[in-house]
């Protein structure tokens, strides 16, 4: 039977070497949807990212993929399939301008035939119009915030349908936390399906449809995101004091 969600984990396996980080985890998200994944340093949140691209191979369960399983295709091909992720260190381009970055996040627009993929760039500019002030400028000279706009930008422009963004307000002053966050409520309107991991569980379920919290390589708690944020399990053990990776 296929599945109805945009994207949907089942029972997925993954890890490093010998070691299995990820124990039998469950997830979906549907179209337009924003889910959370939270959970303490160490749970398994940037391997269960890594798995979805590509990065990392699937060591047993399934992912599915508009209902079709994925498993097999490559890093390369989840990307022109629509699946875009936003690791945690960014990994731009420093001796290349922020438009040159931005270019380069428009192979798969130029690879599907779109004549106009340039024109989005100027889509880009209107979410950060800071990054339009600096289009010239090395983005290794960049500030933290604008490096995260731009990392985002760039994944924004091969257009995708699910962007996964990994940890996008670690080490960001808490003005520019504000604002990448507003950016991801301004990006749940246009439609692209968000999976979000994040340390700061307080943001992350505020904006969120849904929310997992991934402990020990599992699943222990999942839910509407408002519930999650009112339980006294998840309040005391990530709302309750600051946040850390």
């Known amino acids: 039977m296929k599945s109805t969600a945009l994207i949907e984990i089942r029972d997925l396996r993954a890890g490093y070497g010998k070691a299995e980080v990820l124990h039998g985890i469950g997830l979906h998200a549907d179209k337009g ?30 992912l599915l993929y508009k209902g079709e399983a994925i498993n097999d295709l490559s890093l390369e091909e989840r ?30 627009q130029m690879r599907l035939g779109n004549a106009q993929w340039r024109s989005r760039i100027d889509d880009v500019y209107d979410l950060f119009p800071r990054l339009k002030e600096r289009r010239l400028q090395l983005s290794g000279t960049l500030s933290g915030g604008e490096r995260q706009m731009l990392a985002v930008g760039r994944s924004l422009m091969s257009h995708p349908e699910v962007l996964m963004l990994d940890e996008p307000s670690l080490g960001l002053a808490p003005l520019i936390v504000k604002e990448i966050f507003a950016i991801i409520e301004t990006l749940r309107q246009t439609g692209v399906t968000i999976v979000l991991v994040e340390q700061n569980a307080r943001a992350a379920l505020a904006v969120a449809d849904h929310g997992y919290v991934l402990e020990m390589g599992e ?25 850390s990776k």
Request: charged residues 20%; without cysteine.
């Open 79 to 108: 990307v022109m399939a629509g699946i875009a992720l936003v690791p945690e260190k960014r990994e731009l381009f420093g001796t290349m301008t922020v438009e040159d970055n931005l270019e380069l996040g428009g192979f798969r």
């Open 219 to 243: 699943v222990s708690v999942q839910g509407p995101a408002r519930e999650l944020a009112q339980d006294p399990r998840v309040i005391d053990t990530y709302l309750g004091k600051a946040q």
């Open 33 to 62: 949807q924003v889910i959370t994944v939270i959970g303490p340093n160490g749970a398994g949140k940037s391997t269960l990212l890594n798995t979805v691209m590509g990065v990392l191979p699937i060591r047993g369960g399934e």
